[in-house]
């Protein structure tokens, strides 16, 4: 692992994809480190209104909390779309790329020792693939990527973020993941009835 014997005296940048992987994660991460600061980047989310809703709930919870952050509040669904277009089976790496990359960069600038995402505590991510890119822009930017997992603890965070009446969305984030979603789901047909 990419971590010294020491990080207690380190500074982690720390890329917030939602308010409820963030609870738990933040926490778990503020006893271990010196500084933490949450980073809201997330471009691929889908529809405008879905990420709306989700920097709200991220935004509502800080201010409870009395959370650092640095809101990137760029919603860029088309620069995400132009890159994933006739690559759609690889659009998690295109999206995971996008955001770390970003998050790696500030965290350079900033001059955090670390950096790393709530995206590895959700049960639903491509752990392996998220880490590779982590170690890749890690390298590329040279910061450190802080790979540790709070293994057991996505369910802790909802609970905890059903407590605080956080909006849960219901799905990944992009376009083709809310398809997934709802295609199938009961009581919805690819046709539209009547017709």
């Not at 971590?3 to 271990?32: D, E």
């Not at 709306?52 to 990137?72: D, G, L, S, T």
């Not at 752990?127 to 930017?141: A, D």
Request: glycine share 6%.
């Amino acid at each position: 692992m990419e971590v010294g014997s020491s990080i207690s005296s380190a500074r982690l940048l720390l890329h917030i994809c939602c308010a409820p992987c963030a609870i738990h994660t933040f926490s778990k991460l503020r006893r271990n480190f010196r500084e933490v600061f949450g980073f809201w980047y997330n471009p691929n989310i889908h529809p405008f209104m879905e990420y709306q809703k989700r920097m709200e709930a991220v935004k509502i919870w800080v201010e409870r909390e009395k959370i650092r952050i640095i809101y990137r509040d760029d919603y860029d669904l088309k620069g995400f779309l132009r890159q994933v277009v006739f690559r759609e089976e690889e659009r998690c790496r295109v999206c995971y790329h996008m955001r770390l990359e970003k998050t790696a960069i500030l965290a350079r600038k900033g001059k955090f020792h670390y950096f790393s995402s709530t995206l590895l505590l959700s049960p639903h991510q491509d752990k392996h693939l998220l880490k590779e890119i982590m170690r890749e822009v890690g390298k590329e930017y040279s910061v450190k990527p802080y790979l540790e997992e709070t293994r057991g603890r996505w369910q802790k965070g909802l609970n905890l973020s059903r407590k605080m009446d956080l909006y849960h969305q219901q799905y990944c984030g992009c376009i083709y993941s809310e398809e997934e979603r709802y295609k199938h789901s009961k009581g919805v047909s690819g046709k539209a009835k009547g017709l």
